[in-house]
């Protein structure tokens, strides 16, 4: 069953005078954070905090929390781990939290009999993202693009690929 809270990102600092605070955001972006009005505090959801706004700065999040109003308060925060409900987030078809995808069996689009491993990791590039796929001692890296990935089946725990020539090949 799939967490609830997920990991969001980190409380790295504070911001300004007003008790803002700066957030490296573990998702794919700042601009992925504005949708929320609520972060929580704890993997649970037992400890809500509300948004009264998300802005980028660079690769950061400048984040403002009800109840953070001067510099020394938003200091205690430094270091937190914020959360996001999976219910409150709005994905695009066909994009997925990276924890889902992480444990999937890569299968054969062709011939699913045919396995070539577990996903253990994602990387991302720019253009696209990268699965690290593992089989044993190797590990496979394959774009995360549509002519590879051919369908993400969450519910059955697979994806079906189409590996691009010589990407499985024995060395």
Same mark, same amino acid.
């Not at 609830?4 to 005078?17: D, P, R, S, Y």
């Not at 693009?145 to 725990?157: F, P, S, T």
């Given at each position: 069953m799939p967490k609830?809270? $997920?990991?969001?990102? %980190?409380?790295?600092?504070?911001?300004? &005078?007003r008790g803002e605070v700066k957030v490296q955001p573990w998702c794919d972006g700042p601009e992925f954070l504005r949708q929320f009005t609520t972060f929580y505090l704890d993997a649970a959801g037992r400890r809500p905090v509300r948004v009264q706004s998300v802005r980028g700065a660079g690769g950061m999040a400048i984040v403002k929390l009800e109840g953070l109003d001067t510099p020394e308060a938003a200091r205690e925060y430094r270091g937190q781990v914020l959360y996001i409900r999976r219910a409150d987030a709005h994905l !695009?078809?066909?994009d997925y939290f990276i924890q889902d995808l992480i444990g999937l069996t890569v299968v054969d689009d062709a011939d699913p009999q045919k396995v070539y491993g577990t996903i253990t990791d994602v990387s991302p590039t720019g253009a696209n993202d990268v699965y690290h796929v593992t089989a044993g001692e190797r590990t496979t890296l394959i774009p995360a693009? %549509?002519?590879? &990935?051919? !369908?993400?089946? $969450?519910?059955?725990?697979i994806m079906r690929i189409t590996p691009l020539e010589g990407l499985f090949d024995e060395d």
């Open positions: 609830q809270f $997920l990991e969001c990102g %980190k409380i790295v600092t504070t911001h300004g &005078v !695009a078809p066909g693009i %549509k002519q590879v &990935v051919r !369908a993400v089946d $969450l519910d059955e725990g």
